[in-house]
């Protein structure tokens, strides 16, 4: 049963959806039979060759987010934060894009390193680092390590047999808003050192005082989905007089200022995201205020983007599997992928777009939730969405802007493997991530 012979009432109502450039790749369009392509491919011949669901990268897109940030931060350093998506391919792409890359576990850093990316790229940070992470991250040659807590500073000081630079993390005490789980710029949470106390102050003179320890500056991070970009001046301006701090209590000048990432996407037209240029600007004038007022130097930038990288460049294809209208309720059309594949919605509420991907739909439509193939409740993957109401079981539906955090927090939960990861560019496609089989997943079990 399709939604039309559901509604029948909507047979006169007449829509031609188009596709929102804010959340697809740059190069997405409808061909000439209708279908979506991205990167001159149509996403029905990735589904016909990969199956779904898949993961589709459009690599255009990630070289175009490359270049805009080194366009409008030529001075600052661009490390692209790992966690968001990480590849061999993707690592490689986005270092011969001028990039680094900001890795927070041995994991991320083995994949980055077996990519062939300088070490000295490449920096450390996350929350609770185990001894032997740190000792791996020293042994490998990392540029640079974050430190989170005074463990860390301990551990770090017994490992280190050559000098190694290192950022202190610190909470300026910014509140973002917003879900509280990306809420990591204020006191009361897990990560860093509060801007001031005596637990900071130790930390800085103990790094000071080792001889192996080189404490090159601070790191921040406000939180995700952030779409001011005043909240980053407030940083700036908050980070540099603690820097002034240290130049005048311990006659060391710091010379490093990462201030993250966590910048806003939009996920659905009409969503809030981060301007660039906005963001440049407000940078760079608190900065000349708060060096101008502490009468230090300025320091040189760094930010990790992630989701700012990735996320638009990625869509994510599904098989509708079933259809059911509730008497009095949703209509909910079911897929076979959900909350294994992308549990964003179900862990922050995150909101996405479904459409058809297999023709252009241009008569009535329906408000529908798309859902998972799980057993549970919370599996959903887009809600109050219009789709074709002649909408078939089997056709192809694609969810766009799913490049960032997807693959990361994939799951095999009820034993279901994980997606494929395909790229797109030119008119070609290559699987970058194989399909996670039944057969993997007996590997791990040693019964």
């Not at 990735?46 to 589709?56: E, H, K, L, N």
């Not at 990039?99 to 300088?118: K, R, T, W």
Request: charged fraction near 25%; aromatic fraction near 6%.
């Amino acid at each position: 049963m399709t939604l039309l012979e559901i509604f029948p009432s909507l047979r006169s109502g007449m829509a031609s959806p188009r596709l929102d450039t804010t959340v697809w790749p740059s190069r997405t369009h409808y061909d000439e039979l209708g279908r979506i392509t991205v990167d001159g491919v149509a996403l029905d011949d990735v589904a016909d060759r990969y199956g779904t669901p898949t993961y589709v990268i459009g690599e255009t897109e990630i070289h175009t987010r490359c270049r805009s940030y080194r366009a409008h931060f030529p001075d600052a350093e661009i490390l692209y934060a790992a966690k968001a998506l990480l590849t061999r391919t993707i690592a490689g792409l986005v270092v011969d894009e001028g990039l680094g890359i900001d890795v927070c576990s041995a994991g991320e850093l083995a994949i980055a390193l077996s990519a062939g990316v300088d070490p000295r790229r490449i920096i450390l940070h996350g929350s609770g680092k185990p001894f032997a992470e740190l000792e791996y991250a020293v042994g490998a040659g990392v540029g640079r390590i974050v430190i989170d807590s005074l463990t860390e500073v301990s551990l770090l000081g017994a490992i280190v047999d050559r000098p190694q630079q290192v950022l202190l993390r610190l909470t300026p005490d910014i509140d973002v808003h917003g879900h509280p789980a990306v809420r990591t710029g204020v006191s009361d949470q897990k990560f860093g050192f509060a801007l001031h106390d005596e637990t900071t102050e130790e930390a800085i003179r103990t790094l000071i005082d080792h001889p192996l320890l080189d404490l090159r500056g601070f790191h921040c991070h406000l939180g995700s989905q952030i779409h001011d970009p005043d909240h980053y001046g407030e940083a700036v301006r908050r980070l540099v007089a603690r820097m002034a701090e240290v130049r005048h209590d311990y006659g060391v000048m710091l010379t490093q200022l990462d201030l993250g990432g966590g910048h806003a996407v939009a996920y659905r037209p009409g969503d809030a995201e981060l301007n660039l240029s906005e963001l440049a600007d407000i940078i760079d004038d608190a900065l000349d205020a708060a060096c101008a007022r502490n009468r230090f130097p300025r320091p040189v930038i760094a930010m990790e983007p992630g989701r700012g990288i990735v996320a638009r460049a990625g869509v994510t294809i599904y098989r509708v599997t079933a259809i059911k209208h509730v008497p009095g309720g949703r209509t909910f059309v079911i897929v076979d992928g959900g909350m294994n594949d992308n549990p964003r919605v179900a862990l922050y509420g995150a909101r996405y777009d479904a459409v058809v991907a297999g023709r252009h739909p241009t008569g009535p439509t329906v408000t529908a939730t798309v859902a998972g193939r799980y057993c549970e409740a919370g599996d959903i993957l887009a809600t109050d969405i219009r789709l074709p109401a002649d909408l078939r079981v089997g056709e192809l539906l694609a969810v766009p802007c799913t490049g960032a955090y997807q693959h990361s927090l994939a799951s095999a939960y009820n034993g279901v493997g994980r997606p494929p990861i395909v790229a797109l560019r030119d008119g070609r496609m290559r699987e970058l991530v194989r399909r996670e089989t039944a057969e993997d997943l007996l590997l791990r079990d040693l019964g």
